[in-house]
Nanobody
Framework: QVQLVESGGGLVQAGGSLRLSCAASGRTLSIYAMAWFRQAPGKEREFVSAITWSGSITYNTDSVKGRFTVSRDNAKNTVALQMNSLKPEDTAVYYC??????????????????WGQGTQVTVSS
């Protein structure tokens, strides 16, 4: 089993920045990739960004390209999501996820095996 704990959410004005962190524990050697998803009120959970556990490959959804950066801290078993130029439409609960299977980075929820509890990000206009 892998346990994931997110942190770093909060309230920020439009144009501001936040940095989310996801700490992984347990059988981390089984992890191939990590991802961030988000879910806004009344909407389905959507993919944001992914990174291989080695940190060598990243993948971002179009709506956050140029604004969000995903990174990996090998020493701390954490994955971070640096979010810049935040917009009100970025408001959501952000979830960290981990995947065991190797292969191309994917954006579908069912491809991820473990999930954190989520952290709220609110961007005011």
């Amino acid at each position: 089993q892998v346990q994931l704990v997110e942190s770093g959410g909060g309230l920020v004005q439009a144009g501001g920045s936040l940095r989310l962190s996801c700490a992984a524990s347990g059988r981390t050697l089984s992890i191939y990739a990590m991802a961030w998803f988000r879910q806004a009120p009344g909407k389905e959970r959507e993919f944001v960004s992914a990174i291989t556990w080695s940190g060598s490959i990243t993948y971002n959804t179009d709506s956050v390209k140029g604004r969000f950066t995903v990174s990996r801290d090998n020493a701390k078993n954490t994955v971070a999501l640096q979010m810049n130029s935040l917009k009100p439409e970025d408001t959501a609960v952000y979830y960290c996820a981990a995947r065991r299977a190797s292969g191309p980075l994917e954006s579908m929820r069912y491809q991820y095996d473990y999930w954190g509890q989520g952290t709220q990000v609110t961007v005011s206009s």
